[in-house]
Every structure is written in structure tokens, then in C-alpha cells.
């Protein structure tokens, strides 16, 4: 069975840093391109960043780049989001999604159950 | 960056009705859209894939259709599982996203 389970969410200061993972189980990681979709509580989606399989290829959303850094273990089937100089607009659940598709974002065909960040003096 | 809009934001159907929800997309993306349900509490769910096609699994009173800028999720018999949030999301270009959400309620 497919699973992706995300942790390290919790409550950070302005400016404060903090790191997610996401643990891949049930498939084979390597194989796969993973994304971090968020989500700010009541409202919608929001991609956040993609990782190629091999981790050679990486992409951010504008509002993230710069202060937000993707990458995995491809030993250790796992993924993480290194987050920095976060703000109250960062505030949000954060789900690993895994892309199944042939072109980037085409098939997000798991997820994680996410990892609440909050960001907050 | 592409705007995806969706309507209606919200709608109330009984059960059994025929339900549509629209995305449009502020060019064109071809086919590359996709479409997912979130539950409350819950991770999204893709449904339909490339616009048209249904995920392994997602039962089959789920359609979409569309091309270009216009696409359309239709729910045949409305069930009372099928309470839930409805995202299109269009992957042409980065950054990928998202329509603001349809919420679909029980009358």
C-alpha cells in the first residue's frame, strides 16, 4: 500500500525556520517525481515546489523561492522542505503529493495526510 | 501564471441530481487538467486525469470533459458521499494551479 506520512509542522515564530519531511512507503521512491502542495486554513490550494526523481530538477513557486529549499533522499524514500525567514502567509497545512505524471504536476495520485505549519508571534 | 476560475464557488443539489462544476483557464492548456475532490479534514483525491479521464477507482457517475480554456466536472446521481470540496488544477506551464474550489453540499 502507498503511503506518504509528513512531519515537523508546528508552531514558529516570524522569521523562524523549519524543516518537513514526508516518509514514502509502499512504492518504489526513486521512481518518482514528489511535490509540497499547501493548503492556509479555509482556503484553497497552492502548489509550493517539485523534485525531480533523481533530484537534479527543481522548481518553486514564486512566493517560496529563495526562502524555501526541496529535496530528498532517494536511500531513505524520503522528502523534505526546508523553510526559512517564514511569514504569517506561510500558515498552512503541507502536503507531499506524489506525480505520477509524464509532465510535471500531471498526475498527483497520492498524498500525505499533511503537517500543519503555523507561523506566529 | 495561468488563472484557473471555477463556478459556481458553492452549490446545494439533492441527492440523485446531475451536478456540473466549470473551470476555466485564463489561456489555453489543451488537455492538461486535472480534477480532485478534498474532503473535509482530508488530503485532495485525484478524480479525472487529462481532463477527461477517470482515475483507477473514482467511481463512474464522474465525468470531465474540455479543452482549450473550458472543462466541466459532472457528477451523474449525486450521492451523499460525494460531499465535498472539488479543485481543477492545470499543469501546462509552472506554476501549477489551482481553481479557488467548488463546494459541493446536500440539499
Known amino acids: 500500500e502507498v503511503q506518504l506520512v509528513e512531519s515537523g509542522g508546528g508552531l514558529v515564530q516570524p522569521g523562524g525556520s523549519l524543516r518537513l519531511s514526508c516518509a514514502g512507503s509502499g512504492f518504489t521512491f526513486s521512481s518518482y517525481n514528489m511535490n509540497w502542495v499547501r493548503q492556509a486554513p479555509g482556503k484553497g490550494l497552492e502548489w509550493v515546489s517539485f523534485?525531480?526523481?533523481?533530484?537534479?530538477?527543481?522548481y518553486y513557486a514564486d512566493s517560496v523561492k529563495g526562502r524555501f529549499t526541496i529535496s530528498r533522499d532517494n536511500v531513505d524514500s524520503s522528502l523534505y522542505l526546508q523553510m526559512t525567514s517564514l511569514r504569517a502567509e506561510d500558515t498552512a497545512v503541507y502536503y507531499c503529493?506524489?506525480?505520477?505524471?509524464?509532465?510535471?504536476?500531471?498526475?498527483?495520485?497520492?498524498w500525505g495526510q499533511g503537517t500543519l505549519v503555523t507561523v506566529s508571534s | 501564471d495561468i488563472q484557473m476560475t471555477q463556478f459556481p464557488s458553492s452549490l446545494s443539489a439533492s441527492v440523485g441530481d446531475r451536478v456540473t462544476i466549470t473551470c476555466q483557464a485564463s489561456?489555453?492548456?489543451?488537455?492538461?487538467l486535472n480534477w480532485y475532490q478534498q474532503k473535509p479534514g482530508k488530503a485532495p483525491n485525484l478524480l479525472i486525469y487529462d481532463a477527461s479521464n477517470l482515475e483507477t477507482g473514482v467511481p463512474s457517475r464522474f465525468s470531465g470533459r474540455g479543452s482549450g480554456t473550458d472543462f466541466t466536472l459532472t457528477i451523474n446521481s449525486l450521492q451523499p458521499e460525494d460531499i465535498a470540496t472539488y479543485y481543477c488544477?492545470?499543469?501546462?506551464?509552472?506554476?501549477?494551479?489551482f481553481g479557488g474550489g467548488t463546494k459541493v453540499e446536500i440539499k
Open positions: 503529493a506524489r506525480d505520477a505524471g509524464v509532465v510535471i504536476g500531471g498526475d498527483f495520485d497520492y
Open positions: 489561456q489555453d492548456i489543451s488537455y492538461y
Open positions: 488544477q492545470q499543469f501546462d506551464e509552472l506554476p501549477l494551479t
Open positions: 523534485i525531480s526523481k533523481s533530484g537534479n530538477t527543481i
